[in-house]
C-alpha cells in the first residue's frame, strides 16, 4: 500500500474545475510542506506543475493551484482543456529524506 | 540551457547488473541534487533515490537499498544508478530528474528478459 492515496480517475467538461487529492496515510509525509504534483501525457516525460504545495514554476499556466489542509493535498484545474487530459502524480518528501509518488490519477475531459 | 542527457537503452538478463549514466549541463552540478525515478510499463512513477553532487551523499527507498547504487563524477557532470540482480519485474523507463524544479532526463528503457 502506496503511503500516499490517489483516486484512480476524476473527469470533468471542458471550462469546468476539477480536483484531485493526495492523503498521506503515514506519518512520515503527512506533515510534509514539500508536496509537488507532476503531469505525464502518455508516452511523455513528466512535467512539474506544482512544488512545495502551492508554488508554480514559471510556464505553468495558472489555471493549475495547489493547496494542502491536515493530510491531504489538492490540485485543482480550472477552465479544463482537452490537452489537460492525462496522468496526474502526487510526490511527497519523507522525514527520512526519501519522497514517494502517489499513485497516480487519470484525468480525463469529457 | 539546463538539461540532462541519458545514456541509452539496456536488454539484460535476470540477475546482471545495469548502469545508467545521466550527464547534466547548463547549471553548477554540485549545487542540486539528483534523484531517480522509474515507470514499469503500464504504471505509474516510483521514486528510487537522490544524490547529492556535491558530497556525493546518497538516500535511498528501502525497497531498493542494497540493490540500487548512485554515485557522481564531478568532472564530467554525471550521476551514474548502478542496479543489480535484475528481474524481469525491473522492466522500465528509468529518468534522473534534478531537484527542486527540474528538468527531468529523456529517460532510459532497460528490459530484464532472458
Known amino acids: 500500500q502506496s503511503a500516499l492515496t490517489q483516486p484512480a480517475s476524476v473527469s470533468g467538461s471542458p471550462g469546468q474545475s476539477i480536483t484531485i487529492s493526495c492523503t498521506a496515510t503515514?506519518?512520515?509525509?503527512?506533515?510534509?510542506?514539500?508536496v509537488s504534483w507532476y503531469q505525464q501525457h502518455p508516452g511523455k516525460v513528466p512535467r512539474l506543475l506544482i512544488y512545495e504545495v502551492s508554488n508554480r514554476p514559471s510556464g505553468v499556466s495558472d489555471r493549475f493551484s495547489g493547496s494542502k489542509s491536515g493530510n491531504t493535498a489538492s490540485l485543482t484545474i480550472s477552465g479544463l482543456l482537452p490537452e489537460d487530459e492525462a496522468d496526474y502524480y502526487c510526490?511527497?518528501?519523507?522525514?527520512?529524506?526519501?519522497?514517494?509518488f502517489g499513485p497516480g490519477t487519470a484525468v480525463t475531459v469529457l | 540551457q539546463v538539461q540532462l542527457v541519458q545514456s541509452g537503452a539496456e536488454v539484460k538478463k535476470p540477475g546482471a547488473s545495469v548502469k545508467v549514466s545521466c550527464k547534466a549541463s547548463?547549471?553548477?552540478?554540485?549545487?542540486?541534487?539528483i534523484y531517480w525515478v522509474r515507470q514499469a510499463p503500464g504504471q505509474g512513477l516510483e521514486w528510487l533515490g537522490i544524490i547529492n553532487p556535491g558530497s556525493g551523499g546518497t538516500r535511498y527507498t528501502q525497497k531498493f537499498q542494497g540493490r540500487v547504487t548512485m554515485t557522481r563524477n564531478t568532472s564530467t557532470a554525471t550521476v551514474y544508478l548502478d542496479m543489480s540482480s535484475l528481474r524481469p519485474e525491473d522492466t522500465a523507463i528509468y529518468y534522473c530528474a534534478r531537484e527542486p524544479l527540474g528538468p527531468w532526463g529523456q529517460g532510459t528503457l532497460v528490459t530484464i528478459s532472458s
Open positions: 510526490k511527497s518528501n519523507t522525514i527520512g529524506g526519501t519522497s514517494v
Open positions: 547548463g547549471y553548477t552540478f554540485s549545487s542540486y541534487a
Open positions: 503515514i506519518s512520515d509525509v503527512a506533515d510534509s510542506k514539500y
